[in-house]
């Protein structure tokens, strides 16, 4: 039987659990964990939301499978508003992190890496929630591949190649093998 290592700092008897999440846009990258202040750890500093930060439960299963996560964020400041309202998030990188703290000492694993794909901002007055589906990248594996094998496909990915331009008029051509 083998036996799974445990990450270091995970079996201590004293230690204080977080998430954080890193979430990767063209200007920058955000970082936040659900605790107050700020936390460093590989070398990133994330800031701290509190409890207001909720993740979805992270599903793993023995067959292959893309699994979804969805994170929460409410009351959330106004620069975290700007990167959803002005950032290109679909499709941009996202990883979930759990960690401990003990007597200052950070270790954290990574459980979830994705891509962002849905985020949805619910604003009342003084408040705003924004809530974020995020898929794996397995996810990709059931998007359909539709191409064709017509020269106007063809040169939209080359648009020097001429290789189909020419199968309709071999079409009917006889080749003779041989003598």
Not at 102 to 118: K, L, P, Q
């Amino acid at each position: 039987m083998t036996r799974l290592s445990t990450p270091s700092g995970f079996d201590d008897a004293e230690l204080t659990a977080f998430m954080a999440v890193e979430m990767f846009f063209d200007s920058g990258t955000v970082r936040f964990w659900n605790g107050t202040g700020d936390l460093t750890f590989n070398s990133d500093t994330y800031s701290g939301v509190g409890h207001l930060l909720s993740i979805s439960d992270i599903e793993e299963a023995a067959e292959i499978g893309a699994k979804g996560v969805t994170l929460s964020l409410s009351g959330i400041s106004s620069t975290i508003l700007s990167y959803a309202l002005n950032e290109n998030y679909k499709y941009r990188n996202i990883k979930i992190h759990v960690g401990t703290i003990n007597n200052g000492t950070v270790a954290s694993y990574e459980i979830f890496s994705g891509r962002m794909d849905v985020m949805t901002i619910n604003e009342n007055g003084e408040t705003c929630n924004i809530v974020l589906t995020a898929e794996n990248r397995l996810i990709d594996l059931e998007r359909p591949r539709v191409r064709r094998y017509t020269s106007e496909d063809q040169k939209s990915l080359y648009a020097n190649d001429k290789g189909f331009d020419f199968v309709n008029s071999i079409q009917e051509t006889e080749i003779k093998w041989g003598g």
